[in-house]
C-alpha cells in the first residue's frame, strides 16, 4: 500500500498546538478584553480528570466555561489543568488536549470542532471538521434562500 500523507491528523495536532498556545497565553497574561472560551470536551476520554459527581452528571461530554472565574491555569504539552466554580464549589478538572470537541472564542466569533479525537485512527481526513462558529447568543442569521427554477430543466 503507497504511503499517503494524512492531512487529517496533521490539522488535528495543527488546531491543539493552536489551543495549547492561546491558553498558555492566557496562563502567562491573564484573559485580555471580552475574550473567553466554550470548551466542550469527552468527560470519557481515559486522561480526563473531573469530580465524580461531574461525571456522573455529564456521562458523554461536558461544556466549560473560562471567562470571569478560574484558577491554577496551568498549560501542559498534552492537556491543561484549571479550577472553575461549580455553584460556589471550586472544582479542579484536567482536560487533555485529545479530548476535546469544541474550542469556541464567542468574542471574535471564533470556533474549532473536532468530529474525532483519536490521532490512531485510521483515517479518513474528512473526519475531522474545521469550522467558525457563532455566538449562540446573536440574533439568527437570515436563510440563504435558492430560487428553485435553477434545479428545474
Known sequence: MPRT?????LMHRAMRGLIRDVLLDVQDNGLPGQHHFFITFDTMHPDVEIADWLSDRYPDEMTIVMQHWYDNLDVGEDGF???LNFGDNPEPLYIPFDAIRTFVDPSVEFGLTF????????????EIELEEVEDEDEAPREADIVSLDSFRK
Open 115 to 126: 468530529k474525532t479525537q483519536d490521532d490512531d485512527d485510521e483515517d479518513d481526513e474528512d
Open 81 to 83: 489543568a484549571v479550577t
Open 5 to 9: 500523507i494524512d492531512y487529517g491528523n
